[in-house]
């Protein structure tokens, strides 16, 4: 068959595919949606983005974390979750592909995944069992109903081609078009095809049957036909003509007036005559016509009409079911918000001392003394942010050397003696040089008077317990050494920062602070519930992922202006940024200038050794490229290292440097 003939097979195909492809990707937007609207029933951590972004969280080594932290920041979650529907829709896509010529196992495979989802959900340290597999599960089902109607509509759309020649498709069957390769080999169609509304001629040009001739007219045609086909075969320069050959010209013609059947059918009303068409003429035609006719009387009009009209009601629907749901979840944590909004914050009975006025220095770029809250850092693994109503909150205090087991209530914290402390805190995954630390003013309880009010005892003190293991209500555990939070450092269950209640990201209703450790072993968020056992025993959640169980932080400091590759005009630069060693304190803050001597800069007054020192140094910037370098010693007199080191597995060491131009 001519190269003519072979093009609409294969757009018919490329068609079929794109419109299998679209509905791939409805079906699982479809799936999400359901799934937000059944997650605001059981609780938006169950939804399977959620589950299976914290599932990929949890299965991550711990140096790609430390990449993923260091490259996209505190939008990491953002990234991650952005991955994981980029891949969905990839997913989709080839479901969708797949579905359009084989519908059960394309919905089978959405299935597939909604049982993934519900694993993953029911499997997270939080699950609340298996009803958080609900909304995966009920959105694969729906998922894959929709994606198993939009492929039978498709399958079942005849294609037209602009082309002589078209190839229907028989979508119900299974069949598909037939080609110039596969013609001669299928099965011969009938020859009552050859009484369809048609006038052609046959490659030896004999005119075809017309509609409207009469029973002899017919047999006329036929025998002359046939004359003429005994004609050609006594010639001598014709090569013998088969009865395959006879069956694909019949087939040929077949396809034919199929077409002109379906060009003409569809100018005609539904119901109505075509001249010269005998009221019994349709059950003669071949399957793939009557199929074509059959599906064009669908409600709706044409079956490609159909499928799109299909395919933007599931749209709609769909994205009303996930704006309500949505909604719904949104409204969960109205009640969280409500109660945050409510809560007056009592006097500390131990105020923070005043920052000396010389603790501030007045240097345009360089970080303030006192963090606002909205510019802390925030690492950690929840996808979804908790929102806890502080009056139903509850922390549960118990384990190895606990003679009096205790429950607190929001409230019982609130009448307790409070106490507020300017404390930097830092976490491990902090860069030399990142922005993963800040100085907040803390207000909470004193968590070693806590412990002791339950009997706990250190284990210099002959304790049981040496470590402390801390759970949040999205299930992360983090271990703290016992001996740290009660050697008389400022360890606190913080519920205020900076004047305000602790905000949702930063833990509300309730959090750990232990000055002196990095926050993965010891600033639990959303706390609920406080464990005395050993490391022997219990493995945090960051432990089991190769960090270390002990991890004091270490002396750093960081330039905060000049920026990185800036531009400077020759003449006076201030050169400035902050250091840190909380429990050691900062003595002394030294700079170098490319390869020359280290210079002492000006220290801002110390406030406490549990918080940064601002530092500055004046410098006479001359043309050229230059590398500024700045290291710190504590108030133990050990000078900050050189020795670069990666965050895994107890954070990062080196000297910060930043190279700049002057012009």
């Not at 919905?107 to 909304?135: I, N, Y």
Request: net charge positive.
């Amino acid at each position: 068959m001519s190269e003519e003939r072979k093009v609409p097979g294969r757009q018919a195909r490329r068609r079929r595919s794109a419109l299998g492809a679209l509905s791939g990707v409805l079906a699982g937007y479809a799936s999400l949606a359901v799934a937000e609207l059944v997650s605001a029933a059981v609780r938006p951590e169950a939804g399977p983005v959620v589950a299976v972004g914290g599932a990929a969280i949890d299965r991550t080594p711990a140096p790609v974390k430390d990449w993923a932290i260091r490259t996209f920041g505190t939008q990491d979650k953002l990234v991650l979750q952005l991955g994981i529907l980029l891949v969905l829709v990839l997913i989709a896509l080839a479901l969708g592909v797949f579905a359009a010529h084989h519908r059960r196992v394309g919905a089978a495979g959405v299935s597939l995944f909604g049982v993934v989802g519900a694993f993953a959900a029911t499997e997270r340290p939080d699950s609340t069992g298996f009803v958080d597999a609900l909304p995966s599960l009920v959105g694969a089902v729906a998922g894959a109903g929709l994606l198993y109607v939009l492929a039978g509509a498709v399958r079942g759309a005849p294609e037209r081609s602009a082309v002589a020649g078209r190839e229907p498709v028989n979508a119900e069957a299974g069949t598909e078009p037939v080609n110039a390769e596969a013609g001669a080999a299928r099965t011969p169609a009938p020859r009552t095809a050859v009484h369809l509304p048609v006038t052609a001629t046959t490659t030896r040009g004999t005119a075809r049957p017309e509609v409207g001739r009469n029973p002899a007219q017919r047999q006329q045609t036929h025998d002359a036909q046939q004359t003429d086909r005994a004609e050609q075969a006594d010639e001598p320069d014709e090569p013998e003509r088969t009865e395959r050959t006879e069956r694909t010209e019949r087939t040929e013609r077949t396809e034919r007036t199929d077409e002109n059947a379906q060009a003409q059918e569809d100018t005609q009303p539904d119901g109505e005559q075509l001249p010269n068409q005998r009221p019994n003429q349709g059950m003669n035609q071949p399957p793939n016509q009557r199929l074509s006719r059959r599906l064009n009387r669908w409600p709706g009009g044409s079956p490609r009409r159909r499928f799109l009209t299909l395919a933007a009601g599931s749209a709609v629907a769909a994205t009303a079911a996930g704006a309500l749901g949505r909604s719904l979840n949104g409204s969960r944590g109205a009640g969280a918000i409500a109660s945050r909004a409510r809560i007056v914050l009592p006097a500390p009975v131990s105020h923070a001392p005043p920052v000396p006025r010389a603790a501030r220095l007045a240097v345009k770029g360089i970080s303030p003394f006192l963090t606002p809250g909205k510019d802390l850092y925030r690492v950690d693994t929840a996808l979804v942010v908790p929102k806890i109503d502080a009056g139903q909150w509850r922390l549960r205090i118990h384990g190895k050397g606990v003679t009096r087991p205790v429950t607190l209530s929001f409230d019982d914290l609130l009448r307790r003696d409070l106490i507020e402390r300017h404390i930097t805190l830092t976490c491990v995954s902090n860069e030399i040089g990142g922005p993963y630390t800040g100085n907040i003013r803390w207000l909470g309880v004193r968590l070693a008077d806590l412990l002791a009010e339950c009997g706990v005892r250190p284990p210099s003190k002959g304790g049981p317990a040496d470590q402390l293991v801390a759970r949040s209500v999205d299930g992360m555990t983090l271990g703290s050494p016992v001996e740290d939070v009660m050697d008389g450092r400022d360890a606190l269950l913080a519920i205020g920062m900076n004047g305000e209640p602790l905000t949702f990201d930063h833990g509300f209703p309730v959090r750990m602070v232990v000055p002196g450790l990095y926050g993965y072993v010891s600033a639990c968020k959303w706390l609920q519930e406080l464990e005395l056992t050993t490391f022997e025993d219990f493995d945090p959640y960051w432990v089991r992922r190769d960090w270390a169980r002990r991890a004091p932080i270490k002396t750093a400091s960081r330039i905060d202006t000049p920026k990185p590759l800036a531009r400077l005009e020759p003449g006076p630069v201030t050169i400035a940024g902050v250091a840190w060693a909380q429990r050691r304190g900062i003595e002394r803050v030294e700079v170098r200038i490319d390869d020359g001597p280290w210079q002492d800069a000006r220290l801002a007054a110390e406030d406490t050794r549990d918080t940064w020192r601002q530092w500055s140094l004046s410098w006479q910037a001359v043309p050229g490229n230059h590398s500024l370098t700045v290291r710190a010693t504590d108030g133990t007199g050990q000078v900050q290292t050189s020795r670069r080191a990666k965050t895994v597995p107890d954070g990062a060491s080196g000297h910060h440097s930043v190279v700049i131009t002057v012009d």
